[in-house]
Antibody, heavy 114, light 112 residues
Framework: EVQLSESGGGLVQPGGSLRLSCAASGFTFSAYVMSWVRQAPGKGLEWVSS????????WYADSVKGRFTISRDNSKSTLYLQMNSLRVEDTAVYYC???????WGQGTPVTVSS | DVVLTQSPLSLPVTLGQPASISCRSS???????????LNWFQQRPGQSPRRLIYKVSDRESGVPDRFSGSESGTDFTLKINRVEAEDFGVYYCMQNTHWPWTFGQGTKVEIK
C-alpha cells in the first residue's frame, strides 16, 4: 500500500524558513517524479514544485521560484521542500504527491504570521 | 501557462440524478508522447484530494464506474452517472502535460 507521510509544518514568522519532509513507502520511490501541491485556507489546489526520479531535474511555480528548493533522498525514500523567505501568502496545507497525482499524503499545515 | 476553466463552480444535484462538470483548456493538452495528461480529483471536506480519472478517461482502481471522463478537443468533461451521497465535495481538473502543472478552480458538488 502506498503511504506518504508529511512532516515539518508549523507556525513561522514572515521571512523565516521551514523544511518539509515526506516519507514514502509502498512503491519504488526512486522510479517516480514527486511533487508538492499546496492549498491555502478555503482555496483551491496550487502546484508548487516537482522533482524528477533521479533528482537531476526540478520545476517550480513562479510564486516560489528562488525561495523554495525541492530535493529527494532516494536511499531514504524521502522528499523534501526547503522553504525560505516565507510570506504570509505561503500559508497553506502542503501535500506530498506521487507521480502524476495518483496518491497524496495527508498534508502538513504551514502558517506564516507575525 | 495552461489555464483550466471549470464550469459550473457550484453544482447542486439530487441524489440519483446525473451530474456533469466541464474543464476547458487554454491550449492543447496532447503531450509529445501522444498521451493527454488530464486528471480529475475529488476532495471531500477535511480530506486530501483523491484522483478519480487520469489520462482523460482512465479510472483509478476502486473508483466506481458511475464516474467517467471524456474529451472533445480542448474541452474535458467529468460525468457522474447517478450521484450518491458519498460523491459530494469539490472536484478539480488538473493537467500535467505542460510545465507548470495547473489546476482548475474547483467545482463544488452539493445536495440540492
Amino acid at each position: 500500500e502506498v503511504q506518504l507521510s508529511e512532516s515539518g509544518g508549523g507556525l513561522v514568522q514572515p521571512g523565516g524558513s521551514l523544511r518539509l519532509s515526506c516519507a514514502a513507502s509502498g512503491f519504488t520511490f526512486s522510479a517516480y517524479v514527486m511533487s508538492w501541491v499546496r492549498q491555502a485556507p478555503g482555496k483551491g489546489l496550487e502546484w508548487v514544485s516537482s522533482i524528477s526520479d533521479s533528482g537531476r531535474s526540478t520545476w517550480y511555480a513562479d510564486s516560489v521560484k528562488g525561495r523554495f528548493t525541492i530535493s529527494r533522498d532516494n536511499s531514504k525514500s524521502t522528499l523534501y521542500l526547503q522553504m525560505n523567505s516565507l510570506r504570509v501568502e505561503d500559508t497553506a496545507v502542503y501535500y506530498c504527491v506521487w507521480g502524476h497525482g495518483a496518491h497524496w499524503g495527508q498534508g502538513t499545515p504551514v502558517t506564516v504570521s507575525s | 501557462d495552461v489555464v483550466l476553466t471549470q464550469s459550473p463552480l457550484s453544482l447542486p444535484v439530487t441524489l440519483g440524478q446525473p451530474a456533469s462538470i466541464s474543464c476547458r483548456s487554454s491550449q492543447s493538452l496532447v503531450h509529445s508522447d501522444g498521451s493527454t495528461y488530464l486528471n480529475w480529483f475529488q476532495q471531500r471536506p477535511g480530506q486530501s484530494p483523491r484522483r478519480l480519472i487520469y489520462k482523460v478517461s482512465d479510472r483509478e482502481s476502486g473508483v466506481p464506474d458511475r464516474f467517467s471522463g471524456s474529451e472533445s478537443g480542448t474541452d474535458f468533461t467529468l460525468k457522474i452517472n447517478r450521484v450518491e451521497a458519498e460523491d459530494f465535495g469539490v472536484y478539480y481538473c488538473m493537467q500535467n502535460t505542460h510545465w507548470p502543472w495547473t489546476f482548475g478552480q474547483g467545482t463544488k458538488v452539493e445536495i440540492k
